[in-house]
Nanobody, 116 residues
Framework: QVQLVESGGGLVQAGGSLRLSCAVSRSIFSVNDMGWYRQAPGKQREWVAVFNTGGRTNYADSVKGRFTISRDDAKNTVYLQMNSLKPEDTAVYYC??????????WGQGTQVTVSS
């Protein structure tokens, strides 16, 4: 089973920053585009950002200009730098392969709570 371990979440005030990390099994990291997703209470899991194997990135409109995805191939780790956080960014954040329908299993996620 693929291992995905997210970390770095927490409670932050609006306007603050957090950096999320996701350690990924080497078996999927090297051959797949990797993305970040989030799920707020009562809502479906939504895509946030992607970093593809060609080095290109893309973001959901709701986070464009505020979030930055990166990956460290040597560490099999994906990061999400989140700046100018808003209360509507509150959610559990997950990383996984992109697109979502390719994912076999999910990690436990990391909770991000932004207070107003």
């Amino acid at each position: 089973q693929v291992q995905l371990v997210e970390s770095g979440g927490g409670l932050v005030q609006a306007g603050g920053s957090l950096r999320l990390s996701c350690a990924v099994s080497r078996s999927i990291f090297s051959v797949n585009d990797m993305g970040w997703y989030r799920q707020a209470p009562g809502k479906q899991r939504e895509w946030v950002a992607v970093f593809n194997t060609g080095g290109r990135t893309n973001y959901a409109d709701s986070v464009k200009g505020r979030f930055t995805i990166s990956r460290d191939d040597a560490k099999n780790t994906v990061y999400l730098q989140m700046n100018s956080l808003k209360p509507e960014d509150t959610a559990v954040y997950y990383c996984n392969v992109y697109p979502k329908w390719l994912a076999d299993n999910w990690g436990q996620g990391t909770q991000v709570t932004v207070s107003s």
